[in-house]
């Protein structure tokens, strides 16, 4: 079956960096573009970004663009999500999941994402 683990949340101070990954089984990771959604207290599931299925296109929210950095190992069978220049407001449970559109292109509704993880805390202390 599908499943998606997070890992690599944590607590960091505002300017600090973080890496999370997905491991990603089930499935053939190179036919389907991944995406990293994020939901904060009391919020909306945001799209943060996504990367296409061998990775050739890159898509980020105007609130991340130029601090996060999404990139994948399909040999590995991981997508990965580079936090840089954290900041509090960046707070959320953060979110990877599978664009049932396949590997071509990308969508930033949450509603167009198929299989979901459980989630990674990142808390950005002031």
């Known amino acids: 079956q599908v499943q998606l683990v997070e890992s690599g949340g944590g607590l960091v101070q505002a300017g600090g960096s973080l890496r999370l990954s997905c491991a990603a089984s089930g499935f053939t990771l190179s036919s ?4 990293w ?10 799209f943060v970004t996504a990367i296409t299925g061998v990775g050739e296109n890159t898509y ?7 601090r996060f950095t999404i990139s994948r190992d399909n040999a590995k ?4 999500l580079q936090m ?17 559109g396949g590997p071509y292109y990308a969508r930033t509704a949450r509603t ?15």
Do not use: I
């Open 60 to 66: 980020y929210a105007d609130s991340v663009n130029g």
């Open 37 to 46: 959604f994020r939901q904060a207290p009391g919020q909306e599931r945001d």
């Open 84 to 100: 840089n220049s954290l900041k509090p407001e960046d707070t959320a449970v953060y979110y990877c999941a599978r664009f049932y």
């Open 112 to 126: 167009e994402y198929d299989y979901w993880g459980q989630g990674t805390q990142v808390t950005v202390s002031s």
């Open 77 to 80: 069978n991981t997508v990965y």
């Open 32 to 35: 389907y573009t991944m995406g």
